[in-house]
């Protein structure tokens, strides 16, 4: 192979030269579908972190890679992606995405469903339907709908536990991420009189901010927030969204109210954009670290080779910017497997500068993605190709957390009966009891009991399917500081 093939522009001027071979059995490509396909193989040759693992395409007669000798034994671009995937150990991130979900739910903020997350809780062998959590300012918030209530029936049919909705492909559960009427009877927490709720999926701005409070506590006041995405806080021109003032307004209330100890609640977090990690990560660490290191990246070769790890490029090392003066010396973060990327990239690099307390759940860590991507839009099909490419490594060399960040604390339990931000809730009691008794945990058994006095008393979650795994990623989206990846005219 040329050595010229290393650079991208010209690899990207070359395969479309190529020639197409139709298959004889099976309805013929499109020639956009085949330049997609052949430029998602590109692009994961040259983008991907894992890019030695990847099969390396024959060259043609005068050298140049021949790309359509490999494609041609697929049927799509998502064909052609996951056949690279499984030559990887650890890429289970890389997707395409054709809609422009992502730009619009994690940069734009969004989304286009109910806004109510389900989720099965055991009863017995089997279990029930419950509302996990409800997002703010969305249809299901709208409609009544509260984090707790149990679902009874859904459009008349009652037949709502886990056996039986799993035999018809977890059709109920679903139902809250479509855009059908949906008429809900539920029954609230501690209840026994039901409600009937009517609910639809449809477009609404996200508020992640789910709840931001102050609490009283022994060790003095406390500051909560329970926060949901990693909604871009800047567009792509670097221009401040009404999310960035959100998050400002809120630091400044905790400031001005001199909290003493902070909960960051991303349980339900699955990520999104790097630059509003970026942002949260500033307000939180201390002062005497305003300008250190937050991370590095790790990148393939050929990036290496663009020069886009020095100082100042798109994957060169990123600095705190701390603007405000909150100087906490903890902080503490609730978190499941829903805490993903995003999420794991803030708590990772305060980790170096502060003591960061992390509590989990069921002996559990967080998802485990130390990893991201940014947007390569195909323009004939208006695809996005998002190929996992770069790694954030915190300030003590650390990065390689694809099994989770583990917590201090790892046996809480999620107290699905109480709404996010009460203090009885067993999340935040178990970080609250630590805050007033030097930093210290109780047992599994002896936080449950003192959550059980005060009804919040955990149930098992039995499991559920898997919804939006685009969300549970980390995205680079200012694409002028990056390489020019269109294809050309």
């Given at each position: 192979?040329?050595?010229?093939?290393?650079?991208?522009?010209?690899?990207?001027?070359?395969?479309?030269?190529?020639?197409?071979?139709?298959?004889?059995?099976?309805?013929?490509?499109?020639?956009?579908?085949?330049?997609?396909?052949?430029?998602?193989?590109?692009?994961?040759?040259?983008?991907?972190?894992?890019?030695?693992?990847?099969p390396q395409p024959e060259p043609l007669a005068n050298g140049d890679p021949n790309l359509r000798k490999y494609t041609e034994?697929?049927?799509?671009?998502?064909?052609?992606?996951?056949?690279?995937?499984?030559?990887?150990?650890?890429?289970?991130?890389?997707?395409?995405?054709?809609?422009?979900?992502?730009?619009?739910?994690?940069?734009?903020?969004?989304?286009?469903?109910?806004?109510?997350?389900?989720?099965?809780?055991?009863?017995?062998?089997?279990?029930?339907?419950?509302?996990?959590?409800?997002?703010?300012?969305?249809?299901?918030?709208?409609?009544?709908?509260?984090?707790?209530?149990?679902?009874?029936?859904?459009?008349?049919?009652?037949?709502?536990?886990?056996?039986?909705?799993?035999?018809?492909?977890?059709?109920?559960?679903?139902?809250?991420?479509?855009?059908?009427?949906?008429?809900?009877?539920?029954?609230?927490?501690?209840?026994?009189?039901?409600?009937?709720?009517?609910?639809?999926?449809?477009?609404?701005?996200?508020?992640?901010?789910?709840?931001?409070?102050?609490v009283e506590s022994n060790a003095g006041k406390v500051g909560y927030l329970a926060y949901t995405s990693f909604i871009a806080?800047?567009?792509?021109?670097?221009?401040?969204?009404?999310?960035?003032?959100?998050?400002?307004?809120?630091?400044t209330d905790f400031q001005s109210q001199g909290i003493k100890e902070l909960v960051v609640d991303l349980r339900y977090n699955?990520?999104?954009?790097?630059?509003?990690?970026?942002?949260?990560?500033?307000?939180?660490?201390?002062?005497?670290?305003?300008?250190?290191?937050?991370?590095?990246?790790?990148?393939?070769?050929?990036?290496?080779?663009?020069?886009?790890?020095?100082?100042?490029?798109?994957?060169?090392?990123?600095?705190?910017?701390?603007?405000?003066?909150?100087?906490?010396?903890?902080?503490?973060?609730?978190?499941?497997?829903?805490?993903?990327?995003?999420?794991?990239?803030?708590?990772?690099?305060?980790?170096?500068?502060?003591?960061?307390?992390?509590?989990?759940?069921?002996?559990?860590?967080?998802?485990?993605?130390?990893?991201?991507?940014?947007?390569?839009?195909?323009?004939?099909?208006?695809?996005?190709?998002?190929?996992?490419?770069?790694?954030?490594?915190?300030?003590?060399?650390?990065?390689?957390?694809?099994?989770?960040?583990?917590?201090?604390?790892?046996?809480?339990?999620?107290?699905?009966?109480?709404?996010?931000?009460?203090?009885?809730?067993?999340?935040?009691?178990?970080?609250?009891?630590?805050?007033?008794?030097?930093?210290?945990?109780?047992?599994?058994?002896?936080?449950?009991?003192?959550?059980?006095?005060?009804?919040?008393?955990?149930?098992?979650?039995?499991?559920?399917?898997?919804?939006?795994?685009?969300?549970?990623?980390?995205?680079?989206?200012?694409?002028?500081?990056?390489?020019?990846?269109?294809?050309?005219?």
């Open positions: 192979m040329k050595k010229s093939i290393v650079y991208i522009s010209l690899l990207l001027t070359l395969f479309m030269t190529f020639g197409c071979k139709k298959s004889e059995s099976l309805e013929p490509l499109s020639q956009t579908e085949l330049e997609l396909m052949d430029m998602t193989y590109l692009y994961g040759l040259y983008l991907s972190l894992w890019t030695e693992k990847l034994k697929f049927r799509s671009a998502e064909e052609v992606l996951e056949s690279l995937k499984v030559r990887t150990q650890f890429d289970r991130f890389s997707f395409i995405d054709r809609g422009g979900r992502v730009s619009e739910e994690i940069q734009e903020g969004v989304h286009v469903e109910t806004g109510a997350m389900p989720i099965y809780l055991r009863s017995g062998n089997n279990g029930n339907l419950f509302i996990k959590l409800v997002q703010k300012g969305s249809p299901a918030e709208a409609a009544g709908l509260k984090r707790g209530m149990q679902v009874i029936s859904i459009n008349g049919n009652t037949k709502m536990d886990y056996r039986t909705d799993s035999l018809q492909g977890f059709s109920n559960f679903y139902k809250f991420y479509s855009g059908e009427n949906l008429t809900l009877v539920v029954k609230p927490e501690g209840q026994t009189q039901t409600r009937t709720i009517n609910l639809r999926g449809a477009p609404y701005k996200l508020n992640p901010i789910l709840t931001s409070k102050v806080v800047q567009d792509t021109a670097g221009k401040k969204t009404e999310y960035y003032y959100a998050l400002e307004n809120m630091f699955g990520g999104g954009a790097v630059n509003t990690a970026e942002f949260l990560a500033n307000m939180l660490v201390p002062v005497a670290h305003g300008k250190a290191k937050m991370y590095e990246y790790k990148v393939n070769k050929y990036l290496v080779g663009e020069g886009l790890t020095k100082e100042g490029k798109a994957f060169g090392p990123t600095n705190f910017n701390k603007t405000n003066t909150l100087n906490l010396e903890r902080v503490y973060f609730l978190a499941t497997k829903s805490t993903a990327s995003a999420s794991e990239l803030l708590m990772n690099s305060l980790a170096p500068y502060m003591d960061v307390q992390i509590i989990t759940i069921n002996n559990e860590g967080t998802y485990g993605k130390p990893v991201g991507f940014f947007p390569v839009t195909e323009e004939k099909s208006k695809a996005d190709i998002y190929i996992t490419s770069f790694q954030m490594i915190n300030n003590d060399g650390y990065g390689d957390y694809f099994t989770g960040l583990k917590g201090q604390k790892a046996d809480s339990k999620d107290g699905y009966s109480k709404e996010l931000g009460d203090p009885t809730e067993q999340m935040f009691s178990d970080a609250l009891y630590s805050i007033n008794n030097g930093g210290r945990y109780q047992s599994a058994k002896a936080s449950a009991s003192r959550a059980a006095t005060t009804g919040g008393a955990s149930r098992e979650s039995i499991g559920s399917p898997k919804t939006n795994t685009y969300r549970d990623n980390m995205y680079k989206f200012s694409k002028s500081s990056l390489l020019n990846l269109q294809l050309p005219n």
